[in-house]
């Protein structure tokens, strides 16, 4: 799972190269920022700290279901002012996006979504990163994980924050957890940590919408194949493969056209979820070494009911 997270980041590293906005902008507000030691003394009220307008290339948005606006309303909050909101502080070692024993700390996704989003509706919180990878983090997902918006690194302000293991910048902010635990296994595929870097918004979502938008037609039992084939195409594919407006962007390479390659050559299909290599040498999507036979063959058995045809062709 760690490796996995591992073979993820020289790909995100380089389709940073793509997003220049963000390449030149970040890093370069990042060396100019000052950032003033935040007074915690004083009990703010969250709501007064969101803004309708960016302020600044290192504020933080937030979209999706807010509380008080519109639903699609983006709000942005500035570093600084989340500094100022209650913090929680854990000391971790398994986290690959850090060198070792790290202290960090920050706010949980769970106290963002209470003081932000609207208190009954959303189920689903997803950070969107300036590469347009996304993190779905479900509520059951963070019941058991606890993910952390990251605001300090062993106590340093951002400006102070390391690179990332392969040299990237890591803000403008970063998600991590406690100590963490799979909590399922699926075929080869264990629940895998969310550790997404270069988080620029995040959305309180709910999966009805969010995940509605990759599940199978029709009823299937939790341990027919293509259950189990959605259940690890939404933890891991959706991150950088988009269907529609919802997931992932990274990869440019929509749900239709995975559909399409599953339906027409399985077997192309699971070499390349494989090896990606081993069917296009120049291929920047990570390696599933670590999927067997039978998880290729529920990813694949998905994504041909994920076909508008597929009924016929299976
Ligand atoms: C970390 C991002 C990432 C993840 C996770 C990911 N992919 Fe990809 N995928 C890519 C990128 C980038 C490409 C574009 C071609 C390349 O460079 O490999 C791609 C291309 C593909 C292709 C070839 C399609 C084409 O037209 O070129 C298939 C098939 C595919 N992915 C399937 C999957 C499946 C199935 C999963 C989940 C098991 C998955 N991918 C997970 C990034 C990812």
Same mark, same amino acid.
């Not at 073979?7 to 003033?36: D, F, G, K, T, Y």
């Not at 709501?47 to 709000?75: F, K, M, W």
């Given at each position: 799972?760690?490796?996995?997270?591992?073979?993820?980041?020289?790909?995100?590293?380089?389709?940073?190269?793509?997003?220049?906005?963000? $390449?030149?902008?970040? *890093?370069?507000?990042?060396?100019?920022?000052?950032?003033?030691?935040?007074?915690?003394?004083?009990?703010?009220?969250? &709501?007064?700290?969101?803004?309708?307008?960016?302020?600044?290339?290192?504020? $933080?948005?937030?979209?999706?279901?807010?509380?008080?606006?519109?639903?699609?309303?983006?709000?942005?909050?500035?570093?600084?002012?989340? $500094?100022?909101?209650?913090?929680?502080?854990?000391?971790?070692?398994?986290?690959?996006?850090?060198?070792?024993?790290?202290? #960090?700390?920050?706010?949980?996704?769970?106290?963002?979504?209470?003081?932000?989003?609207?208190?009954?509706?959303?189920?689903?919180?997803?950070?969107?990163?300036?590469?347009?990878?996304?993190?779905?983090? @479900?509520?059951?997902?963070?019941?058991? %994980?606890?993910?952390?918006?990251?605001?300090?690194?062993?106590?340093?302000?951002?400006?102070?924050?390391? &690179?990332?293991?392969?040299?990237?910048?890591?803000?403008?902010?970063?998600?991590?957890?406690?100590?963490?635990? @799979?909590?399922?296994?699926? $075929?080869? %595929?264990?629940? +895998?940590?969310?550790? *997404?870097?270069?988080?620029? +918004?995040?959305?309180?979502?709910?999966?009805?919408?969010?995940? =509605?938008?990759?599940?199978? @037609? =029709?009823?299937?039992?939790?341990?027919?194949?293509?259950?189990?084939?959605?259940? #690890?195409?939404?933890?891991?594919?959706?991150?950088?493969?988009?269907?529609?407006?919802?997931?992932?962007?990274?990869?440019?390479?929509?749900?239709?056209?995975?559909?399409?390659?599953?339906?027409?050559?399985?077997?192309?299909?699971?070499?390349?979820? %494989?090896?990606?290599?081993?069917?296009?040498?120049?291929?920047?999507?990570?390696?599933?070494?670590?999927?067997?036979?039978?998880?290729?063959?529920?990813?694949?058995?998905?994504?041909?009911?994920?076909?508008?045809?597929? +009924?016929?062709?299976?």
């Amino acid at each position: 799972m760690l490796d996995h997270w591992r073979r993820v980041e020289p790909q995100r590293i380089a389709s940073l190269a793509l997003c220049a906005l963000c $390449l030149l902008a970040w *890093p370069a507000a990042n060396a100019l920022a000052s950032h003033s030691a935040p007074s915690s003394a004083q009990p703010v009220s969250p &709501q007064t700290l969101l803004h309708p307008q960016r302020t600044s290339v290192g504020d $933080l948005a937030l979209g999706g279901d807010l509380a008080g606006v519109p639903r699609g309303t983006t709000l942005f909050l500035r570093y600084d002012d989340l $500094l100022r909101l209650p913090q929680t502080t854990y000391t971790i070692d398994d986290d690959p996006n850090f060198h070792g024993h790290t202290v #960090i700390s920050g706010i949980p996704l769970a106290q963002l979504a209470h003081l932000f989003g609207q208190p009954d509706s959303s189920d689903l919180i997803v950070a969107l990163c300036y590469d347009k990878y996304r993190s779905n983090y @479900p509520s059951d997902y963070i019941r058991d %994980h606890q993910p952390l918006l990251v605001l300090r690194i062993d106590g340093k302000l951002r400006d102070r924050w390391p &690179q990332s293991e392969y040299g990237g910048p890591m803000g403008p902010y970063l998600i991590s957890h406690p100590t963490f635990t @799979p909590s399922f296994t699926i $075929l080869s %595929h264990k629940d +895998e940590m969310q550790i *997404p870097f270069g988080v620029i +918004e995040i959305d309180f979502r709910s999966q009805s919408r969010v995940f =509605g938008a990759i599940r199978p @037609p =029709g009823k299937w039992p939790g341990n027919s194949p293509i259950w189990q084939g959605y259940i #690890i195409a939404r933890q891991d594919c959706f991150r950088c493969h988009n269907a529609g407006l919802e997931g992932g962007q990274m990869a440019r390479r929509d749900w239709k056209i995975l559909a399409a390659w599953a339906t027409t050559d399985p077997a192309l299909f699971a070499a390349y979820i %494989h090896a990606p290599k081993s069917v296009m040498p120049s291929a920047k999507m990570p390696a599933h070494a670590d999927y067997d036979a039978a998880s290729l063959h529920a990813l694949t058995l998905y994504f041909q009911a994920m076909f508008p045809s597929g +009924e016929k062709i299976r």
